[in-house]
């Protein structure tokens, strides 16, 4: 089955830099590569989605890339924020979506003031 | 356009009992996924329920099954509790695609 691996597990940014956590997969097949941000206490919300067939998506001060040759994706936060702080899963599957998804263990990150 | 509900919100259970969580999805999604989320872990996938049927599964053991009601809402009951069964259970409605997640269940088994 699918397995995803998340780096790194803690990250502390000062406000106004920017952010970077990286993401690899092992199943060729996955094709659909969904961003969580998990707030204590509450659900994931989902923040942004990549599918296989681009290579780069940005929404606002968000965006995530991807490298299907390398099964790598990342997600980059500009001008982070002290909102921002919360834990960031990245998720892979197969069918568009369709399937069930495939977590990494999680990134805290942390917004210094 | 109400979001993806679950209930209850918390639940505490002895080890051999049974549980049932339910699940209603966001208007108009047809597919519901459960997870299991550990404390400090990511959430892992259970199974999937579209049309009615379990579509697909992940590796969890038969203690765990599903249902899924003809108005798409769906249930997750778990048999035999384990402490280690101790987790937030998470539900997530789709189209089929975008995942999105309800406030999840936490259940404590003792």
């Known amino acids: ?3 995803v691996e998340q780096h790194p597990s803690t990250l502390s940014v000062q406000e106004g830099d920017s952010a970077v956590i990286k993401c690899t997969y092992s199943d060729s097949a996955s094709n659909y590569f969904p961003w969580y941000k ?3 206490g509450k659900r994931p919300q989902l923040i942004i989605d ?3 067939n681009v290579g780069e998506k940005k929404d606002q001060r968000i965006a995530v890339t991807l490298n299907k040759t390398a099964k790598h994706f990342s997600l980059h936060i500009t001008e ?3 909102e921002d702080s919360a834990v960031y899963f990245c998720a892979a599957s197969s069918g568009g979506g369709a399937d069930g998804l495939t977590f990494g263990k999680g990134t805290h990150l942390i917004i210094q003031p | 356009d109400a979001g993806v509900t679950q209930s209850p919100t918390h639940l505490i259970k002895t080890r051999g009992q049974q549980v049932t969580l339910r699940c209603s999805p966001k208007s108009g999604h047809d597919t ?3 997870y299991q989320q550990a404390l400090g ?8 329920y579209y049309e009615e049927e379990e579509r697909q599964r992940g590796n969890f053991p038969d203690r765990f099954s599903g249902h899924q009601f003809p108005n798409y809402s769906s249930e997750l009951n778990v048999n035999a509790l384990l402490l280690g069964d101790s987790a937030l259970y998470l539900c997530a409605s789709s189209l089929p695609g975008t995942q999105y997640f309800g406030p ?5 088994v003792l």
């Open chain 1, 38 to 40: 998990q707030e204590l």
């Open chain 1, 1 to 3: 089955g699918e397995n």
């Open chain 2, 41 to 48: 872990q990511g959430p892992q996938f259970i199974f999937q």
């Open chain 2, 32 to 34: 519901v996924s459960w």
């Open chain 2, 104 to 108: 999840g269940t936490r259940l404590t």
């Open chain 1, 80 to 82: 982070t924020q002290p």
């Open chain 1, 50 to 52: 990549i599918r296989s």
